[in-house]
């Protein structure tokens, strides 16, 4: 059973850093996509960036040049390297994970989820 583990959220001010993890347990498939959604109060989840077909890495507009993805293949674990975070980056983050890639980062093509991990940045 595929359980991922996140870590790393915290609180910041404005134009700082964090680092979120995201450990995978329990694959056993040979293709695996992962990616970072965010869920603000009252809003819809949205793709912050993810691991699409094909190995392509996909930012969403909003963190492009701010947010870096990266993996361990040898820890099976993500990385989102947060810099120069926001107050409008504040949100509950969350690992997702899937045997099946998509070719857009959309929640629902994401099957497996971690429990999510909260982020705050103030002004």
């Known amino acids: 059973q595929v359980q991922l583990v996140e870590s790393g959220g915290g609180s910041v001010q404005a134009g700082g850093s964090l680092r979120l993890s995201c450990a995978l347990f329990g694959y056993t498939g040979s293709t695996y996509c992962m990616g970072w959604f965010r869920q603000a109060p009252g809003k819809e989840r949205e793709g912050v960036a993810a691991i699409v077909l094909g190995g392509r890495l996909t930012y969403a507009d909003s963190v492009k040049g701010r947010f870096t993805l990266s993996q361990d293949d040898a820890k099976n674990t993500l990385y989102l390297q947060m810099n120069s975070l926001k107050p409008e980056d504040s949100a509950t983050y969350y690992c997702?994970?899937?045997?099946?890639?998509?070719?857009?980062?959309?929640?629902?093509?994401?099957?497996?989820w971690g429990q999510g991990t909260q982020v705050t940045v103030s002004s």
């Open positions: 997702a994970g899937a045997y099946y890639c998509g070719a857009i980062m959309r929640p629902r093509d994401f099957g497996h």
